[in-house]
């Protein structure tokens, strides 16, 4: 198994000057649930003669299926509680205010929605930062848009898992970008009042 690295992979459009964000695959390793579920369930039915034995492999497909879907929605689950410290306290306004500034790339998507500010990747996932002002801290949580909820029906916990693991780095070092320029325009407006 392959030790897997949090950071984006990063590749060049041959097309055009914009740069592709690739999607990682972290569930990659557990995919061999199939190989090791599908003969099993054959196994273990296989005293009921051909139609038990298919009966077997597809029960052993499904529950290959629904373990996946349940560990990458364990893994989402605990990626969207993570807490992120701030360097310098901000507010969901100043935050958007500066996003809007703040250089980004072609994949991401800013909105401003009513629980904070929301990034959208690749028209896929939308990831929206909740700020806790008490603790000077913020989270990111990562769900399907509406659209491909729909449209993405097989795989959907992979396939949101692996969106947002690819992600929530980028937003995070976009988000720390915006804070620090926040807090030097925040200093440079006092430096010029006192003087």
């Not at 030790?3 to 995919?31: H, Y």
């Not at 009966?55 to 929605?73: D, E, N």
Request: hydrophobic fraction near 35%.
């Amino acid at each position: 198994m392959q030790i897997q690295s949090n950071q984006p992979t990063v590749t060049k459009n041959k097309d055009t000057n914009d740069v592709a964000i690739s999607i990682e695959t972290p569930m990659k390793a557990l995919e061999k649930l199939y190989i090791l579920f599908i003969p099993l369930g054959g196994i273990v039915f296989s005293f009921g003669g051909p139609i038990a034995i298919t009966f077997g492999l597809v029960t052993g497909w499904a529950a290959a299926y629904i373990t996946l879907q349940a560990i990458s929605g364990i893994k989402l689950f605990k990626l969207n509680l993570k807490n992120y410290s701030f360097s310098n306290s901000v507010t969901d306004e100043q935050l958007y205010e500066q996003l809007l500034t703040t250089e980004m790339h072609p994949d991401f998507k800013l909105e401003k929605g009513t629980w904070g500010v929301r990034f959208v990747f690749k028209n896929t996932t939308r990831h929206t930062i909740i700020i806790d002002h008490k603790k000077q801290c913020y989270s990111i949580v990562s769900k399907l848009t509406t659209k491909n909820l729909i449209k993405k029906r097989h795989n959907p916990g992979v396939t949101e898992y692996s969106y947002a693991y690819t992600a929530v780095p980028i937003i995070k070092q976009i988000i720390e970008t915006a804070v620090v320029k926040h807090s030097l325009t925040n200093e440079s407006e006092e430096i010029t009042t006192r003087s």
